[in-house]
Structures are given as structure tokens and as C-alpha cells.
């Protein structure tokens, strides 16, 4: 997304920058949150109780993160911010259309 916002943005550096932002408001949240699950629970309510908690750490960093952005990059770029954020979001999608394999079915 970055080297998109560079080749074709009309102000190359701040949306290259906001690009940037977006995109680790998404990827720094989740790396968290899955670092964060790597233990196994004991039982089923724990389990629920440690994705909760860590689903809650992810949506606030990446809150904070967005608000950092807004503070620190002096001439941000809201499209560019959400252009990376949603397709990071999405990135998952264009992962499953692009291994999928033509005629396989998943449950037969």
C-alpha cells in the first residue's frame, strides 16, 4: 500500500506516512493479540475469559495507535490511513481466494 500511495499519491511522503499508520494500526494490534494467546487454557471459560481480554487489548492499541497518528503525523492523509487500514483488514479474503483451488470442495 505504501509503494502504491508513493508511485501514484499526489503527496508522495505524508501519504506514504498515513499509509504506514494504518497499516500498523492493524498489524501491531494483532501481532499482540496473537502473541498474547500463544498459551493454551485449562478449561473453556478461561479460554473465553483470555480471548476476551486480549480481543480488548487489540481494539485499544489499536485505537491508541489511530490517535497517536492523529496527533503525530503533522499533515496526515485520511484517505491513505484508510485505504491501508481497511486492506489490511481484508488482506485475509484476497489470501483465501488466491490459494483456493479451483473445483476443491472443503467439506465433501
Do not use: Y
Not at 26 to 37: C, E, K, S
Not at 74 to 83: E, N
Amino acid at each position: 500500500m505504501a509503494l502504491g500511495w508513493w508511485l501514484l499519491g499526489t503527496e508522495p511522503a505524508s501519504q506514504v506516512r498515513s499509509a504506514l499508520w494504518g497499516a500498523a494500526a492493524v498489524v501491531l494490534p494483532h501481532a499482540v493479540m496473537a502473541w498474547g494467546l500463544r498459551r493454551r487454557a485449562a478449561v473453556a471459560a478461561q479460554a473465553l475469559l483470555q480471548f476476551l481480554v486480549w480481543e480488548l487489548v487489540k481494539v485499544g492499541l489499536a485505537l491508541a495507535i489511530l490517535v497517536a497518528a492523529v496527533w503525530l503525523v503533522r499533515d496526515l492523509s485520511w484517505p491513505a490511513l484508510l485505504v491501508a487500514l481497511i486492506a489490511c483488514l481484508k488482506v485475509h479474503v484476497w489470501a483465501l481466494w488466491m490459494f483456493a483451488r479451483p473445483g476443491q470442495r472443503t467439506n465433501p
